[in-house]
């Protein structure tokens, strides 16, 4: 459906002038009739479904059929299980993460995960992690902050991923093999309001002991493009594919 | 298995002389023997699984076992044109970027980019580009290390653009206004070896007049999901989705 902004002197309630170029778009370039439907769009950052009501030479009336519930949210919600990476990373996880539209974020205790965030640490990050996504959240104008849970052991996860509709991890050596199922089909089958769980491990990836166990309890394994990524860089390759397909590929033009 | 990316002369037919940097890693990191296996990249864009004949203080004889058919590359050739951004972002375009896929990255001078690459820290600047892009070809598995271009004008830019297929520039205003087409749109109408310039804006975007040149010289306005992104997360974006698109959703299980 064809969307327009309407500057805030053209609407009366739940009625709308529309004049000038959009009108001329709606007549001339649309070519649209008594009874169609568009977007308005008002100023104050909602937008509802309009009827036109009648048309003529140089403006358009049209009245709200009904208010959109507008989102910046994903219509999915991912959770990124992130195996601890070294140095700075997982700050970055955090920072593009939250602007690429996550819903949550699980630090993972990994059996190659070379950093340990123990006790006195954990406070102290955990205070800076939630300013992270806080500002990230203002900045790329989201609705909501993303949650960070505590660090989690796999098997920790595992008894959490019952929550989850879609559960995978990014396991290069499996995606290779013949007949597994790829991102972009499970991704496919995915609906509005599902939730994802996707695993990344840290620098040194999976033990086969983890693989196997993650296998064993539903969650796909996949790879993410035929490149190899940094453990950071899968975040937001996951992350970046899944606004893609749900908000631009399927979703951009409504 | 490690990979090196060898200079065109240094190679004789399938016989490799590796010298510099590459020998040193062979002979002192990796502790390699004759025999040992290794990758050595051609600057065609192939690749060959090697075998160690002979090591001496700082070369390395190796010869081609096979020839690799790999398709690690994205089907369509991109070309990141990124605004100067502050600090080290372009460091982190430049490594992620390249990691996901990139041909090759176009430093953008514009009018909102507050920093300036003079001509003495461009020369610094260049080879740590260079050493950056090298490193992440490598570690990513990579047949090709991305180019770097020496920073261009937006009037420059755009008389470099009509060498490519499609060109759009990352516009969150423009990509509210009427009749705009959708990232997904133009990405779903380009076909393999096609190339793409994709332009984004330093951390205040767009000037006005940038926009308007821009577009009129073909370039179509974009926006990469609906939430506001940082400018380095643009790019990163841009290149997840087209890597999802080309090699997972379309390709992925060739």
Redesign the interface.
Known sequence: M????IPQTDWEGNEVNIKG??AH?IIR?MRSQVGDQIIC?HQDGNAAVCKITSLNQDSVHATVIEWKKET?ELPIAVTIAQGLPKGDKFDLVLQ?GT???ANAFIPLKMDRSIVVWDGKKIEKKMARFKKIVKEASE????NKIPEIALPLTVTELINESVNYDVKMFAYEEEAKVVGHQ????IV?QMVANQSVLVCIGPEGGFSEQEARVLRENGFYSV????????TE?AS??AL??L???F???NG??E
């Open positions: 064809q969307r327009y902004f170029d959009d778009h370039v769009n910046v593009k602007e690429l539209g900045q790329s104008h989201r790829s991102f972009a089909d496919s790879r993410l493009g035929p490149r190899i990524l940094r860089t937001l390759y970046a594919s606004s893609y397909h908000e631009e590929l951009g033009n």
